[in-house]
Every structure is written in structure tokens, then in C-alpha cells.
């Protein structure tokens, strides 16, 4: 049997842990970057959008949004209708630091990519959002406290 997933594990793990390092002299580690970069690009994101978004658990995210708040890169607001809901922005420090992501991820995304063509690409990238779908119901499913059957 063919280990995709096994080679999309390494993929991912390699992409991290690169990450972490280049991305230590701006204090973030341990995958922060994630999750700045998805409330860069949605300010006013709450935290349970975020965790989904990133498909985590709420412990996880709030570890790393906390971590993230107290090294200035976003900041919290309460929301003007329901002063529970606190929504999450970036800081001037958030959005300087966005951008060296942002490269980062594209140098990545080129590096990975190189030697293939356009239609490969393509075909590559549908066939990943198909099996990521696949994968989204059973975290779905086992999130809500089932027991999936082998």
C-alpha cells in the first residue's frame, strides 16, 4: 500500500520545523505563525473559528493565541454586540511580521513545487483539497466525542 499520507506527514513536519527555526528571531515557535497569519488575513477572527481553521482543539489555540498576545503580535477586543465574544486582531508587530511569512510560504510553496508543470500543480492541489475534505468529517466527527470504526 502507498503511505500518502506517511510522505504528506514528512511534508508537513520538514515545512514546520523550518519555520520554527527561521522564524525564532521574530519570537514565534511552534507553529504561532499559523495562526498569525490566518488572523492577518481575518482580523476579527474568535478563537473558535481560528482553532477550526488551523484544526486544532480550543486548548491548543488558546495556548498559542495567549503566547501570541503576550508577545505583542495580536491583541484582543470584545466584541460591540455581545462583550463575550473577544475577537482577535493583529498588532503593528503582527502585521510587520506578516510579510516575511507571507515569502516564506511562497519560497516554500516554489521550492516544493519545482519541476512541475501547471496541470501537475493543479491536479495535485485538487486531489489534496479532496483528501482534506475526506479527512475534516472524521475530525469533525471524533471532535464531538465519537469513536471512529476501523
Not at 481575518?42 to 508577545?71: C, F, S
Request: proline residues 2%.
Amino acid at each position: 500500500m502507498i503511505e500518502i499520507l506517511r510522505e504528506i506527514g514528512m511534508i508537513a513536519r520538514a515545512l514546520d520545523s523550518i519555520s520554527n527555526i527561521e522564524f525564532k528571531e521574530y519570537e514565534l515557535t511552534r507553529g504561532q505563525y499559523l495562526y498569525l497569519v490566518r488572523i492577518c488575513e481575518n482580523p476579527g477572527i474568535i478563537q473558535e473559528k481560528l482553532a477550526e481553521m488551523v484544526k486544532v482543539d480550543r486548548t491548543t489555540a488558546a495556548r498559542a493565541i495567549k503566547k501570541l498576545e503576550h508577545n505583542g503580535f495580536i491583541e484582543k477586543k470584545k466584541d460591540n454586540h455581545n462583550k463575550k465574544i473577544k475577537k482577535l486582531f493583529p498588532t503593528i508587530k503582527g502585521i510587520n511580521v506578516y510579510p516575511f511569512i507571507k515569502r516564506e510560504n511562497e519560497h516554500s510553496n516554489s521550492v516544493a513545487l519545482e519541476g512541475l508543470s501547471e496541470t501537475e500543480i493543479d491536479t495535485i492541489f485538487n486531489l489534496l483539497q479532496r483528501v482534506r475534505m475526506n479527512i475534516e468529517k472524521d475530525w469533525e466527527f471524533v471532535k464531538k466525542g465519537n469513536k471512529r470504526d476501523y
